[in-house]
């Protein structure tokens, strides 16, 4: 059994179309591999976008996927309930004394840069502040056919 070549750096600099909006359930986590790496999908309804994270919670790496939206909007590890916002960061421990902070070292998910452009969910696979260098793939026709004859 031979180990599958590492995927090379200069690919992960570009957007992915990874799915249709359409598709996609506001209300629930989705998982995805991009570039042999788990991401979980979802939205967040505080900041009106889609997310997307390594499919890994930092605590126990159990999938994200698995784990629900609560009530605030953020994203719920399926484990032992450790809640993420938008940005990655850990907002609750329910195990946690109260007026405890998680440390932002050991308790952050690993986000990467999403957008959404002709009914479609774009993941940018690098490092996300690279992202708004990169334009989307997007196909212009597209974009002419909106406007009508």
Known sequence: MTASAPIPTAWRDHWYPVAYLRDLDRGRPTAFTLLEQDLVLWWEGASGQWRAFADLCPHR?????????????????????????????????????????PSEQRSACQSFATAEAQGLLFVFAGEAPQASAVPLPTVPVLDDSADGP
Do not use: T
């Open 61 to 101: 790496l159990v999938p994200l996927s698995e784990g629900r939206i609560n009530s605030e909007g953020q994203l719920e590890c399926p484990y032992h309930g450790w809640c993420f916002d938008g940005e990655g960061r850990c907002r609750r421990i329910p195990q946690a004394p109260p007026g405890s902070r």
